[in-house]
């Protein structure tokens, strides 16, 4: 199924199937910032899963990250996050960037990596925000299943017609990007880039 949902102003109803879909353990297709991405409510194990069997990867051996409303988040899932590093998350924050930091106890351990971390998203964009504002909890994010995402995976009706049968919903909310996020390790003494993408890394730091 492909839902439209206005980038401005989300389809009240349309949102509401896609609450419920994701409430009921689906996999949706959805736009952030950067490109169109794949996920599924955190505590839904099912869901994790078989986003791993669509892509063939291991969970215990993947990373994930999860996409949140806003920082109020971050005391959830993360642990203690100090006051230079909040200043950062907050600088770049809804924007292109994944930040990764050390796991707090609520994340699903399906979730976390070995050595016990998260990646955190605040994207800007309204639609997956509004997603995770509405189902209560943040969503899980990774990439669709191709090797890169090339000039066509911009396109929704493209994604529908090669992914649609894959997952339960594509959302339809206008044309995507191709550069994927900016990737922040958080969890040393100082933050370091481990993917340059959509974020502008020299601007933050």
Known sequence: MRLELHPQNPNPRNLKTIIECLKDGGVVIYPTDTVYGMGCDIFKHEAVERICRIKG???????????????????????????PL????????????TFI?????????????K????????????????????????????????????????DPEIIHD??????????????????????????GPEPELIREGAGNWEELV
């Open 162 to 187: 090669k992914f649609g049968k894959l997952v339960d919903i594509v959302i339809d909310g206008g044309p995507g990007g191709i550069l994927p996020s900016t990737v922040v390790d958080c969890t």
């Open 115 to 154: 050595r016990d971390t998260v990646g955190i998203r605040v994207p800007d964009n309204l639609i997956c925000r509004t997603l995770v504002k509405e189902l209560g909890n943040p969503v899980m994010s990774t990439s669709l299943p191709i090797d890169e995402y090339v000039e066509e995976y911009t």
């Open 86 to 97: 909040f200043r950062l998350l907050k600088k770049a924050l809804p924007g292109p960037y």
């Open 101 to 113: 930091l050390p796991a707090s106890r609520q994340v699903p351990k399906m979730l976390k990596t």
């Open 57 to 83: 990867i291991d969970p215990k051996k993947s990373h994930f990250s999860f996409i949140c409303y806003d920082l109020s988040h971050l005391t959830d899932y993360t642990k203690s996050v100090d006051t």
